[in-house]
């Protein structure tokens, strides 16, 4: 067995060593386990132990493992020796022969080498049809020594339900098996049913226990010659990848055609031709809408006067319904355009200064543009009529200036009426008002006047009118007193 593991090892070179991103590691496990088969140069001891009514051929036992590992290898601590033992083992290179769970014990656990034939180093990549032939096949053998597990037995049936038109083929695959395996000597077929079910047990584990086989993604993408991979265990080719729900397959690399590398090449480029900003200037940018906000945060900045939402007071809703603005209300204004689009109150004082300027119809345009979005569907047809006849229609009476593209998209949308049909329209309105009108609307007398206009607070006119009531009061009692006297000296 020695001889055909060296053998195995001499003829998966080259090529495999490229491809596998693990072979390293599999090739040091394998020169481990050479040296441990090797019994002429002290491996552990491979013997058939003699059972009830029966002989278990070619075993070892976990305790003769820890003490080779521990001797040949220089391991001091036995943990150590059990662990790496455990790493071998999960592997596949050496198993029990009756667990599932592949791990490695300090007792009389017996365990059986794997064939170099199912090594993971031939970068086996089994199918779910090699699976479902397997799991088929032991139903039909000796059901005392080879029945299925809870999970094996769970996993046939979704594979049944997943191959449901080829399980015909998968059948006669089995049977075929089975009569070859007939054919060998007894001794030789309960090896080799042992080690197959050990191959299974790494590339279809028991559940809970880690799969070996997955590799790293990054790794796999470094790899120089990702089809040459043995698709196979019993030499079955597939014309597609199939998906179970008991295993998901690796994708069949394939070679990229010209367009997808065009394509690719697209891609990059207007990736590259992106305009990036520095984190830095983000950063920046994120302070300053932080702090220009905070004022208007009520989580952060206590709100004068006080939320309606945690107090009896209503103010703040009175003064926002108020056709006069408060200070604050007005500084938001000048943050964005969007700002005063949004507030009722600014909406109107602007409406007053592009009317001063002659300009109003981009205004009114913008809005009817928004209350079509907000329109009954039977409603929309009439409405984008009306508002193609006031403003864009040839002689409208309020005609806007659109560019020659817009004014395109949007007759040929006036054929077809929908809400939006005025999108590209009110886009080019709003970004010429935003750096026209808006501009000059902030330099204007009367939003400097609104901004500077401070409304006292509640308390202070209160104290006002208490203080006009008493001097009120004291002026009549004065008065009063005046005449008293004047009538006296009369």
Known sequence: ?????????????????????????????????IRMQDEKAGGVPIRTVKSFLSKIPSVITGADIVQWLMKSLNIEDPGEAIHFGSLISAQGYVFPISDHVLTLKDDGTFYRFQAPYFWPSNCWEPENTDYAIYLCKRTMQNKARLELADYEAENLARLQRAFARKWEFIFMQAEAQIKIDRKKDKT?????????????????PVPGCVNTTEMDIRKCRRM????????????????????????????????????????????????????????????????????????????????????????????????????????????????????????PAGREQFMKFVESEFSSENLRFWLAAEDLK??????????????????????????????????????????????????????????????????????SNGYQELLQAKRKPENEQGRRTSLEKFTRSVGKSLTGKRLTGLMQSS
């Open 224 to 343: 120089k010659n990702p089809n040459n991979v043995k698709k196979s265990v019993y030499g079955i080719s597939e014309d597609s990848q199939t998906h179970s729900p008991v295993h998901t397959v690796s994708q069949t690399a394939k070679k990229p055609a010209k367009d997808d590398l065009n394509k690719q090449i697209t891609f990059l480029n207007i990736q590259l031709e992106r305009h990036c900003l520095k984190m830095s200037k983000v950063a920046e940018s994120l302070v300053s809408y932080t702090e220009q906000y905070l004022d208007y945060d009520p989580l952060l900045t206590p709100q004068d006067p006080s939320n309606p939402w945690i107090s009896d007071d209503s103010t703040f809703w009175d003064m926002e319904a108020s056709k006069d603005p408060s200070q604050q209300r007005v500084r938001r204004w000048g943050f964005s355009f969007d700002e005063v689009l949004k507030d």
């Open 374 to 443: 907000k329109r009954p569907l039977h409603e929309v047809p009439d409405k984008v009529q009306e508002t193609w006849q006031e403003f864009l229609a040839p002689g409208a009476p309020s005609a806007i200036n659109l560019d020659s593209h817009s004014y395109e998209i949007t007759s040929q949308n006036v054929k077809d009426p929908g809400r939006y049909i005025f999108e590209d329209a009110q886009e080019h309105i709003y970004k010429l008002m935003k750096s026209d009108s808006y501009a000059r609307f902030l330099r």
């Open 188 to 204: 030789e077929r309960k090896i080799l049913d042992s080690q197959e079910r050990a191959f299974w047990d790494v590339h279809r």
């Open 1 to 33: 067995m020695a001889q055909g593991s060296s053998e195995q090892i001499v003829s998966g070179g080259g090529e495999s060593e490229e491809t596998s991103p693990n072979m390293l590691v599999y090739r040091k496990i394998e020169n481990i386990i």
